[in-house]
């Protein structure tokens, strides 16, 4: 959660200077008004929470998306939670008026260095140019299954990412097919925003792009702790990099 806060922190001052990035009792908020959904966050950050202060901050959470001009996630992690309250968390979001989108895990690990990657299908590529980075929102879109409009309004004119983030592209005969990211964040490598073609899904890509990011970043910090939130879909990927499962982590959206 402090790694989440942290990053998203900085990933949507810089998509938006005057963004949202209040830090509320027991509620975080990171909200750029972004058309990428993703840089439209808020979190809970108490532990222990019982069932009367979970609907509490369920409500406060709701009630700070209902005042944006876009859609965005609540991102919850379950291990925060003190036991009533994950037994009856569901419920409780309903309540509240959110719907449950989709879940995943956060995941950690002491990993690095990794040795140089390599792949026999692809060559990597740091995202250094406004057609790159276009490539890259592109990939998250269609992974994502959002217009690429979206993607783009999250990510074109970014300085960070095309100068401070560790951001590769792999490419499959020049085409761009994969992509992954990451970033330092209070002395640990956050991984971010990997995605691949679905039309090119299921053959190594995605791990090797993050490896390839993770082996980039780590060479240019020295850090050897590294952290990721992972979608259902994608989780199977990252222990085989090294990565170890730890929360539970549910992304929730405001009712229809």
């Not at 990428?36 to 609907?55: H, I, K």
């Not at 309250?85 to 989709?102: D, I, N, P, S």
Request: with cysteine.
């Amino acid at each position: 959660m402090e790694q989440l806060t942290t990053v998203w922190r900085a990933m949507v001052l810089d998509r938006d200077p005057d963004a949202d990035v209040r830090d509320l009792p027991g509620v975080a908020v990171r909200w750029a008004d972004s058309r990428f959904a993703f840089w439209n966050c808020v979190t809970l950050t108490e532990t222990g929470a019982d069932p009367g202060l979970l609907a509490e901050r369920l409500g406060q959470a709701a009630a700070v998306m209902r005042s944006k001009g876009r859609a965005g996630f609540l991102w919850l992690f379950e291990d925060l939670l003190g036991d009533g309250a994950r037994a009856g968390l569901m419920e409780a979001a309903g309540r509240a008026g959110l719907t449950h989108a989709f879940s995943g895990t956060g995941m950690a690990g002491d990993l690095l260095p990794l040795p140089e990657p390599a792949h026999p299908d692809l060559t990597f590529v740091r995202v250094g140019s406004d057609e790159q980075l276009r490539a890259y929102a592109d990939l998250n879109s269609r992974a994502y299954g959002m217009p690429l409009e979206d993607g783009r309004d999250g990510l074109l004119g970014s300085a960070l990412w095309k100068k401070e983030a560790h951001a590769y592209l792999g490419l499959r005969g020049g085409d761009p097919v994969t992509c992954a990211a990451t970033v330092e964040a209070d002395g640990r490598l956050f991984v971010v925003l990997v995605a691949t073609d679905p039309r090119w899904q299921r053959r190594g890509y995605g791990e090797a792009v993050t490896r390839k990011a993770l082996h980039e970043g780590a060479r240019a910090t020295g850090l050897s702790r590294a952290t990721l939130h992972a979608t259902a879909a994608g989780a199977p990927v990252y222990p085989r990099i090294g990565f170890v499962p730890n929360s539970p982590l549910h992304f929730f959206t405001l009712g229809s």
